[in-house]
T-cell receptor, first 113, second 115 residues
Framework: AQSVTQLDSQVPVFEEAPVELRCNYS??????LFWYVQYPNQGLQLLLK??????LVKGINGFEAEFNKSQTSFHLRKPSVHISDTAEYFC???????????FGAGTRLTVKP | GAGVSQSPSNKVTEKGKDVELRCDPI?????LYWYRQSLGQGLEFLIY????????KSGLPSDRFSAERTGGSVSTLTIQRTQQEDSAVYLC?????????????FGPGTRLTVL
């Protein structure tokens, strides 16, 4: 079965700095990859997803992620963060041959002024 | 259209009591998922339904947890003889099965507090 590892539980950064949130997955088959965001006191919402095609995926709020099959990674990046990006970010993987999805433990991004 | 809804939004119960949590998925979504989010923890997969059947129950923490889905729509998660460690936010999500993507749409969650 698939699994996801988010290497950083917390990432503090200053406003306007770049950020990368790391995600590695484990699967023996083709995968679909997702990043979800959970703002304080809100539900989860989809940030972006990789299904096929271009390995660089752009999402909402200026975020992007790159699928690297050889490194089994799907790191999330943003060149310049805002205070409003403070949230919990979850990476998730779904295998191509089933309907299951597994989430990572989450990375808490805190943007400081 | 309406999103995923869950009820109640908050539930406070005493240790040893049974609780039922309800999830109404997006109309037409055939897959339904339950997760648990504990304070400071990530999302813990509990169970998912394809239609009314549950192909994967491996995430249920113990036999005190059960779930059912009827009519391919509403699902209930039941926790019997609740324990304090059951306190968490229980999230429900639904998705379309056909085609690629499998994006899951999440409900607002039910915050369960066991005293």
């Amino acid at each position: 079965a698939q699994s996801v590892t988010q290497l950083d539980s917390q990432v503090p950064v200053f406003e306007e700095a770049p950020v990368e949130l790391r995600c590695n997955y484990s699967s023996s088959v083709s995968v679909y990859l997702f990043w979800y965001v959970q703002y304080p006191n809100q539900g989860l919402q989809l940030l972006l997803k990789y299904l096929s095609g271009s390995t660089l995926v752009k999402g909402i709020n200026g975020f992007e992620a790159e699928f690297n099959k050889s490194q089994t990674s799907f790191h999330l990046r943003k060149p310049s963060v805002h205070i409003s990006d403070t949230a919990e970010y979850f990476c998730a993987v779904s295998e191509g041959n089933n309907n299951d999805m597994r989430f990572g433990a989450g990375t808490r991004l805190t943007v400081k002024p | 259209g309406a999103g995923v809804s869950q009820s109640p939004s908050n539930k406070v119960t005493e240790k040893g009591k049974d609780v039922e949590l309800r999830c109404d998925p997006i109309s037409g979504h055939t897959a339904l998922y339950w997760y648990r989010q504990s304070l400071g923890q990530g999302l813990e997969f509990l169970i998912y339904f394809q239609g009314n059947s549950a192909p994967d129950k491996s995430g249920l923490p113990s036999d005190r947890f059960s779930a059912e889905r009827t009519g391919g729509s509403v699902s209930t998660l039941t926790i019997q003889r609740t324990q304090q460690e059951d306190s968490a936010v229980y999230l429900c999500a639904s998705s379309l099965v056909s085609g690629v993507g499998r994006e899951q749409f999440f409900g607002p969650g039910t915050r369960l507090t066991v005293l």
